[in-house]
């Protein structure tokens, strides 16, 4: 490759990274004109193409933390303390990274950010004020999770007590409505079952028959009684 070609590159490279400059450096200035303004949400949208700098993307957590929109802030606070090149720069980053943190009631993570940014700047005194409330918020943290543990474990008892009523109330249900179809079954058992017209009938006459033979003996009977009285007479 000969020097010609070499010299054209490095002004193409130049070049395109003088125009990625370009557009960051006008990101910027929309994105800071929107915040001024309170227009967060242009803000936002501004400072996204420049997030690769550390400039934006610092910018784009504040306008983030201005929407309450935390975990976005807390991301992109991380971003800008990573690409931040001076001290004081990382100092601020990691002490908004601290009250992202915060608003999301993450302490033992609050903690650990002030601490990064009070290693940076040590003369700091909002950060050693937020850092002191921070371990003041995360002790009544750790205090207050063994009783909110002992009220989950009662919450679970409790549960476990009411599951357990329900099955043997269910299994009481379940007994008494068989109790309930054998009695029924047994009490059709013990009742006569249809009969038949013709059947009906039949026992009709039978009976008729059989009272006709009974009346025939009787007269009979009395017949005999009569006949042996006219002898005794005669």
């Given at each position: 490759?000969?020097?010609?070609?070499?010299?054209l590159?490095?002004?193409?490279?130049?070049?395109?990274?003088?125009?990625?400059?370009?557009?960051?450096?006008?990101a910027?200035?929309?994105?800071?004109?929107a915040?001024?303004?309170?227009?967060?949400?242009?803000?936002?949208?501004?400072?996204?193409?420049?997030?690769?700098?550390?400039?934006?993307?610092?910018?784009?957590?504040?306008?983030?933390?201005?929407?309450?929109?935390f975990?976005?802030?807390?991301?992109?606070?991380?971003?800008?303390?990573?690409?931040?090149?001076?001290?004081?720069?990382?100092?601020?980053?990691?002490?908004?990274?601290?009250?992202?943190?915060?608003?999301?009631?993450?302490?033992?993570?609050?903690?650990?950010?002030?601490?990064?940014?009070?290693?940076?700047?040590?003369?700091?005194?909002?950060?050693?004020?937020?850092?002191?409330?921070?371990?003041?918020?995360?002790?009544?943290?750790?205090?207050?999770?063994?009783?909110?543990?002992?009220?989950?474990?009662?919450?679970?008892?409790?549960?476990?007590?009411?599951?357990k009523?329900?099955?043997?109330?269910?299994?009481?249900?379940?007994?008494?409505?068989?109790?309930?179809?054998?009695?029924?079954?047994?009490?059709?058992?013990r009742?006569?079952?249809?009969?038949?017209?013709?059947?009906?009938?039949?026992?009709?006459?039978?009976?008729?028959?059989?009272?006709?033979?009974?009346?025939?003996?009787?007269?009979?009977?009395?017949?005999?009684?009569?006949?042996?009285?006219?002898?005794?007479?005669?």
């Amino acid at each position: 490759m000969d020097r010609l070609t070499l010299l054209l590159l490095a002004l193409a490279a130049g070049c395109a990274v003088h125009a990625q400059s370009d557009a960051t450096e006008r990101a910027i200035r929309e994105g800071n004109s929107a915040y001024r303004k309170g227009d967060t949400k242009d803000a936002v949208k501004a400072y996204t193409g420049a997030e690769q700098d550390e400039r934006g993307a610092f910018n784009l957590g504040n306008a983030y933390y201005r929407q309450d929109s935390f975990p976005d802030a807390q991301r992109t606070f991380e971003t800008a303390a990573a690409l931040a090149k001076d001290q004081q720069a990382q100092a601020r980053a990691y002490h908004n990274l601290g009250n992202s943190w915060m608003n999301q009631q993450k302490y033992s993570e609050a903690v650990t950010a002030y601490k990064e940014a009070l290693k940076r700047n040590p003369a700091d005194e909002d950060t050693r004020y937020n850092l002191a409330y921070a371990q003041k918020k995360l002790a009544q943290q750790q205090k207050q999770q063994p009783q909110n543990k002992q009220d989950q474990q009662k919450q679970d008892q409790q549960q476990q007590q009411q599951n357990k009523d329900q099955q043997d109330q269910q299994r009481k249900d379940q007994q008494q409505e068989g109790q309930q179809k054998q009695d029924q079954q047994q009490q059709q058992a013990r009742q006569p079952g249809k009969i038949d017209k013709q059947d009906a009938m039949r026992m009709l006459e039978a009976t008729q028959q059989q009272e006709k033979n009974t009346q025939d003996k009787v007269r009979a009977k009395a017949q005999v009684k009569q006949r042996t009285r006219t002898d005794k007479d005669w």
